[in-house]
């Protein structure tokens, strides 16, 4: 009897063990959105695409903005391994000058703090005339 318990705690062990091993991992297909020149009043969403190359689902927990001029959107579902996700960011087109913002993604990777950037400048074209 000592044996088949001490046979059963071993296989729980080490299927504690393999479960502990499973991570998520996100991989960005870029992590800057360059908007190059972009007109003022334009459309300023973009997005960031990633991919779970880990081998557990992957949580986007929260994501933030460096201001409140980038609007970041995440997945509200978790993205299960080998899946592709998306984290939308609209930028006020508003503002003239230059995009210099990061946004922040909180989840549950082997890397759970990611900072990604978007950059360029809005130009006002009725200053030209």
């Known amino acids: 009897m000592k044996k088949l318990i001490a046979i059963a705690i071993f296989v729980f062990a080490g299927f504690a063990t393999a479960q502990a091993q499973k991570t998520a991992k996100m991989e960005f297909k870029s992590e800057t959105i360059d908007y190059g020149e972009i007109k003022k009043g334009s459309d300023g969403v973009r997005v960031f695409e990633?991919?779970?190359?880990?081998?557990?689902?992957?949580?986007?927990?929260?994501?933030?903005?460096?201001?409140?001029?980038?609007?970041?959107?995440?997945?509200?579902?978790?993205?299960?391994?080998g899946e592709t996700g998306k984290i939308e960011v609209k930028y006020?087109?508003?503002?003239?000058?230059?995009?210099?913002?990061?946004?922040?993604?909180?989840?549950?990777?082997?890397?759970?703090?990611?900072?990604?950037?978007?950059?360029?400048?809005?130009?006002d074209e009725s200053d030209d005339s």
């Open 50 to 81: 990633f991919t779970n190359t880990g081998t557990a689902p992957l949580v986007i927990e929260d994501v933030k903005s460096s201001c409140g001029c980038t609007v970041p959107k995440k997945p509200e579902e978790p993205v299960m391994p």
């Open 92 to 123: 006020d087109t508003k503002r003239v000058g230059p995009i210099r913002k990061t946004v922040t993604v909180y989840s549950n990777s082997d890397e759970p703090v990611k900072a990604l950037k978007i950059k360029g400048t809005v130009i």
